[in-house]
């Protein structure tokens, strides 16, 4: 059996090599060169973070700040490149999903699928 | 390159078979088995994630529960069996936070040390 941290350095380069991976890597490329796909993007980005921190700390979201963030997505999914870059996170995502739950299995079996020791 | 899949199915083998892996299971399992061990630690362990709830909802933290949750660390620090699962589970942690800082960083060499697009 190889060294655990071998076997880490293994899957990081896996990663890297994956369709996933290379993907994701060139859609986040071609947001960064359009200037105006890039400030819509960002944004984006940007009021989800706000409105996720308001979420996990309790605090209301508005009627104001939901329709803002509805309209923004509408936006956003015309334009080519973002949802190309959207779609891309969603399939990496998925793809690290996966690995962590093969990963995670013997913490599982110590501590069931929470994750803690209660 | 194997599939990254085999990779992750490696990896969790190794895992199993690491030094920290078998030391947890065996502290977890010795404090499973000992009835006063067991129900001091999940007080314990109870205790951590009500403050931890709070903590991230924004809510206070009373000076009363900060002072049970002060005397609940020093009354299972002197419990071996448990001091031995919690010195064994800090291990196995930071083997994972270890490993998890390798495979990440493809994906912090897109989006940066915070994780986030922005
Ligand atoms: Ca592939
Ligand atoms: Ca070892």
Avoid: C, W
Wanted: no cysteine.
């Amino acid at each position: 059996m190889a060294n655990l941290h071998d076997i880490a350095y293994d899957m990081e380069q896996a990663i890297r090599n994956s369709d996933e991976y290379q993907t994701l890597t060139k859609a986040y490329k071609e947001v960064n060169e359009d200037d105006i796909a890039k400030k819509m993007f960002d944004n984006f980005r940007q009021l989800q973070l706000t409105l996720q921190k308001k979420q996990m700390t309790g605090q209301q979201i508005t009627e104001e700040e939901a329709q803002k963030a509805q309209q923004q997505v509408q936006l956003i999914q015309q334009h080519e490149v973002i949802s190309n870059l959207m779609a891309a996170e969603q399939k990496m995502s998925m793809l690290i999903s996966d690995l962590n739950k093969i990963i995670t299995k013997p913490l599982e079996d110590i501590y069931g699928k929470s994750g803690d020791a209660s």
